[in-house]
């Protein structure tokens, strides 16, 4: 079956007690038994519930895995990943990553003595020369946030499997609509579905899909011991997200490429950072592994001033000032002092972070109007 139709029918099936087309929302903590031990499988709602058993199974056919597993956040289901590890392992991260999980790495699992290398991925052989014995898990971002950088997945993937070590992607700027790591060799697929996968800006989400069975019931005892788990309302959300998937991110690519090619043409502006430019560095490899470029753009002003892009983040009308991303409505954030805050300056600026860096998350209204209130702002 074609993802399209994968989005609308996988994991869920009319009520059976009902007829209801929808999966009901089971908004229940226990289950009556039978008999003890005698229940029609689910026990207590922490580990099992039918609405977010339903998104799971969704979640896995769509990423192409076999185990998704949902969380009560993206840095949740981050979280859970990390819990795989032991004092003395070590990851390999890409260096331009989400602030949230550069803060987790490197203030909460660094205490608990896992050790993080911050490697720029750009080219995947600059990972090699930081494995080691101790070397558990390469994580990766791609497209980068807020850079907007490639990293080739099967590349990483393959040096990943030569040192039997864990491949973790989070895929939440691509959407299994633009690429699915899975089908690239990575063994970890991570989403904050807060983003593309709800897409309406209205619930925070998070999950993790697999393939291999002893991974994915590891995963599942991590989820059901630390308890990071949606509410079945959460789940329901993020389901309903699901089903227009693939027309909101064929609507956000068009959109996207409107307006970073209106961006570069402006004489206001300085760089725009777009994987779907020609001349983008890693072109190449986004053309490779993903089937379009996305609505993520980040851009700065010629007048290279914080002063200059305040000014246009606060002249917008259409885009709102907003951290997050990936929702039907347009939102600019100026990572600095926003999503990325928690990343040091001397760190932000040595990746190409620097102060006037604007992000955009193009949603899915009319093109011409969004260009329109960019051209206003920018003046
Ligand atoms: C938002 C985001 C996260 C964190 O997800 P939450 O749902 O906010 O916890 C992780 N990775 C990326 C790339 C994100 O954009």
Same mark, same amino acid.
């Given at each position: 079956?074609?993802?399209?139709?994968?989005?609308? @029918? =996988?994991?869920?099936?009319?009520?059976?007690?009902?007829?209801?087309?929808?999966?009901?929302?089971?908004?229940?903590?226990? +289950?009556?038994?039978?008999?003890?031990?005698?229940?029609?499988?689910?026990?207590? =709602?922490?580990?099992?519930?039918?609405?977010?058993?339903?998104?799971? %199974?969704?979640?896995?056919?769509?990423?192409?895995?076999?185990?998704?597993?949902?969380?009560?956040?993206?840095?949740?289901?981050?979280?859970?990943?990390?819990?795989?590890?032991? &004092?003395?392992?070590?990851?390999?991260?890409?260096?331009?990553? +989400?602030?949230?999980? #550069?803060?987790?790495?490197?203030?909460?699992?660094?205490? #608990?003595?896992?050790? $993080?290398?911050?490697?720029?991925?750009?080219?995947?052989?600059?990972?090699? &020369?930081?494995?080691?014995?101790?070397?558990?898990?390469?994580?990766?971002?791609?497209?980068?946030?807020?850079?907007?950088?490639?990293?080739?997945?099967?590349?990483?993937?393959?040096?990943?499997?030569?040192?039997?070590?864990?491949?973790?992607?989070?895929?939440?700027?691509?959407?299994?609509?633009?690429?699915?790591?899975?089908?690239?060799?990575?063994?970890?697929?991570?989403?904050?579905?807060?983003?593309?996968?709800?897409? @309406?800006?209205?619930?925070?989400?998070?999950?993790?899909?697999?393939?291999?069975?002893?991974?994915?019931?590891?995963?599942?005892?991590?989820? %059901?011991?630390?308890? =990071?788990?949606?509410?079945?309302?959460?789940?329901?959300?993020?389901?309903?997200?699901?089903?227009?998937?693939?027309?909101?991110?064929?609507?956000?690519?068009? %959109?996207?490429?409107?307006?970073?090619? $209106?961006?570069?043409?402006?004489?206001?502006?300085?760089?725009?950072?777009?994987?779907?430019?020609?001349?983008?560095?890693?072109?190449?490899?986004?053309?490779?592994?993903?089937?379009?470029?996305?609505?993520?753009?980040? $851009?700065?002003?010629?007048?290279?001033?914080? &002063?200059?892009?305040?000014?246009?983040?606060?002249?917008?009308?259409?885009?709102?000032?907003?951290?997050?991303?990936?929702?039907?409505?347009?939102?600019?954030?100026?990572?600095?002092?926003?999503?990325?805050?928690?990343?040091?300056?001397?760190?932000?600026?040595? %990746?190409?972070?620097?102060?006037?860096?604007?992000?955009?998350?193009?949603?899915?209204?009319?093109?011409?109007?969004?260009?329109?209130?960019?051209?206003?702002?920018?003046?």
């Amino acid at each position: 079956m074609k993802l399209g139709t994968r989005l609308i @029918h =996988a994991g869920v099936e009319p009520d059976p007690s009902t007829g209801a087309i929808m999966t009901p929302i089971f908004q229940t903590s226990t +289950y009556v038994q039978n008999a003890p031990g005698d229940h029609k499988g689910y026990e207590y =709602a922490r580990t099992q519930n039918p609405t977010r058993h339903a998104l799971q %199974n969704a979640l896995a056919a769509i990423e192409n895995g076999k185990h998704g597993l949902c969380f009560s956040s993206g840095m949740a289901a981050t979280d859970a990943v990390m819990k795989l590890l032991s &004092p003395g392992d070590e990851v390999i991260a890409s260096s331009d990553l +989400y602030g949230g999980s #550069y803060r987790i790495f490197t203030k909460v699992y660094a205490r #608990y003595g896992v050790k $993080f290398h911050f490697v720029n991925m750009h080219d995947a052989q600059q990972i090699a &020369p930081f494995i080691n014995a101790q070397t558990k898990m390469i994580w990766i971002e791609t497209p980068t946030n807020p850079l907007l950088n490639i990293i080739d997945i099967a590349a990483c993937a393959a040096i990943a499997q030569e040192h039997k070590v864990l491949l973790a992607v989070d895929n939440t700027f691509a959407s299994p609509y633009l690429q699915n790591p899975l089908d690239l060799g990575a063994d970890i697929v991570v989403h904050s579905a807060t983003k593309y996968l709800g897409g @309406h800006s209205d619930v925070v989400h998070g999950a993790v899909i697999v393939k291999d069975d002893a991974l994915a019931e590891q995963l599942a005892f991590v989820q %059901n011991s630390c308890g =990071a788990v949606p509410g079945p309302q959460d789940c329901f959300l993020i389901l309903r997200g699901l089903k227009t998937l693939h027309v909101r991110m064929q609507r956000h690519c068009e %959109n996207g490429e409107a307006v970073a090619r $209106f961006l570069r043409e402006h004489p206001k502006v300085g760089k725009v950072l777009w994987c779907g430019f020609e001349d983008h560095p890693n072109h190449a490899i986004a053309k490779k592994q993903m089937r379009g470029f996305g609505g993520m753009i980040s $851009f700065t002003l010629k007048d290279d001033s914080q &002063p200059a892009a305040l000014k246009v983040l606060s002249g917008t009308k259409l885009f709102s000032l907003a951290e997050s991303l990936g929702g039907v409505e347009s939102l600019i954030g100026h990572p600095a002092t926003m999503t990325h805050a928690s990343i040091p300056r001397e760190e932000r600026i040595k %990746n190409g972070l620097t102060d006037s860096l604007m992000r955009l998350s193009v949603g899915i209204e009319d093109a011409a109007d969004l260009v329109e209130d960019l051209k206003q702002a920018i003046g």
